[in-house]
């Protein structure tokens, strides 16, 4: 099961982190095309989950020539109770990027590559993040499982019938 290394939608790239994007992270260092917001502590802690050649890593959100954010999965699709390979999703944009659709349309692009493999997606959200849960629910996330150990709401996406 293989995403490819760069998925574009009509305004976006979402191209996967190299390691010297990781590294950079780490190190705090801004490179050329970031925002200057960009990484954020979010993005900080997502560069602990990239793994070499993990085509389900972290990767930028890219619009025109500037990355605003980032969108991954937390490692490879496992099996969840009922046998369907599932995965977890974290996104986030740097403040000057939200209310434009971003989000969603990045989402949108990264669901429907897990849908073509079979893979159902669930996402953790805390419950305050409105903007969040907006996006999650545009995007068809209608399985509310609970919450997780830190408080927050765990929401699914069912596969499209015949996935």
Not at 85 to 94: F, H, I, S
Not at 150 to 158: Q, Y
């Amino acid at each position: 099961m293989t995403l490819p290394a760069m998925v574009t939608t009509e305004r976006l790239r979402l191209p996967l982190w190299t390691a010297d994007d990781v590294a950079a992270i780490r190190s705090g260092e801004r490179r050329p095309g970031w925002h200057p917001d960009y990484p954020r502590r979010d993005d900080l802690d997502a560069a602990g989950l990239w793994r070499e050649g993990d085509c389900w890593a972290p990767r930028h959100i890219v619009r025109g020539v500037t990355a605003l954010g980032s969108i991954g999965f937390f490692g490879p699709p496992e099996p969840a109770a009922d046998g369907v390979p599932e995965v977890e999703v974290g996104y986030g944009l740097v403040d000057e990027a939200h209310g434009y659709g971003f989000a969603t349309e990045a989402l949108q692009a990264l669901l429907a590559e897990a849908d073509a493999l079979g893979v159902r997606v669930r996402a953790s959200v805390e419950p305050t993040n409105k903007p969040s849960i907006r996006v999650l629910a545009k995007c068809g996330f209608t399985e509310l499982r609970g919450a997780n150990e830190d408080g927050e709401l765990v929401m699914a996406r069912p596969l499209p019938a015949g996935g």
